[in-house]
């Protein structure tokens, strides 16, 4: 059972818009900001979104993420292939003082 | 290139140790806080542990305390977790990655920016 809540799976079709929630609470994404990171299959976390909606050079402005009170989505425009992949936010959690995660969202394109 | 390289994964009887190794490249490791992250097989990811950038500071995930040790060579750009009474629920691929720390001005942010390929840890008899 992961801290932070997301739906274990996501659809879409080509040049879709598609959004991911991700729910904490007072003590992570209520006090801290939220990161999202992509896992293609069967390879390692690429972070893809940092402080709640800051894009890295080099991601593609399709990807936005959000933050409100306890909860933050990540949405993903204009749908590719390519974006089929894992997400997970994360946050740091002063409560237990150290990082968690979703659970992650197995996205597919449908 | 910025490289993160794991090694020292391999099948381990439970109760036992391990010791995993993360070399640093391609950036000056020293100024950097370090973390290890696992993944289960099927499974999300979860945090392990953290070491500060001098190796003074650490966290644990509770389901690790007092089993594991997180530490840092900087003069071998080499971060190390030690793993000791390994139990079937260890079982994971190990993935090292850099911290990375940023300000708006207003408050701080951090993520995780590099991460390396994973060393595969199998806790079975």
């Known amino acids: 059972q992961s801290v932070l809540t997301q739906p274990p799976s996501a659809s879409g079709t080509p040049g879709q818009r598609v959004t991911i929630s991700c729910s904490g609470t007072?003590?992570?994404?209520?006090?801290?900001?939220v990161n999202w990171y992509q896992q293609l299959p069967g390879t390692a976390p690429k972070f893809l979104i940092y402080?709640?909606?800051q894009r890295p050079s080099g991601v593609p402005d399709r990807f936005s993420g959000s933050k409100s009170g306890t909860s933050a989505s990540l949405a993903i425009s204009g749908l590719q292939s390519e974006d089929e992949a894992d997400y997970y936010c994360?946050?740091?959690?002063?409560?237990?003082?150290?990082?968690?995660f979703g659970g992650g969202t197995k996205l597919t394109v449908l | 290139e910025v490289q993160l390289v794991e090694s020292g994964g391999g099948l381990v009887p439970p109760g036992g140790s391990l010791r995993l190794s993360c070399a640093a490249s391609?950036?000056?490791?020293?100024?950097?806080?370090m973390h290890w992250v696992r993944q289960a097989p099927g499974k999300g990811l979860v945090w392990v542990s953290r070491?500060?950038?001098?190796?003074?500071?650490?966290n644990y995930a509770d389901s690790v305390k007092g089993r594991f040790t997180i530490s840092r060579d900087n003069a071998k750009n080499t971060l190390y977790l030690q793993m000791n009474s390994l139990r079937a629920e260890d079982t994971a691929v190990y993935y090292c990655?850099?911290?990375?720390?940023?300000?708006?001005?207003?408050?701080?942010?951090?993520?995780?920016?590099?991460w390396g390929k994973g060393t595969t840890v199998t806790v079975s008899s």
């Open positions: 990655a850099r911290d990375h720390p940023g300000t708006t001005g207003i408050y701080y942010y951090y993520y995780m920016d590099v």
């Open positions: 391609g950036f000056t490791f020293s100024s950097y806080w």
């Open positions: 070491i500060n950038s001098d190796g003074s500071s650490t």
């Open positions: 007072s003590s992570n994404i209520g006090s801290n900001t």
């Open positions: 402080s709640n909606n």
């Open positions: 994360a946050a740091w959690d002063d409560s237990l003082n150290g990082w968690v």
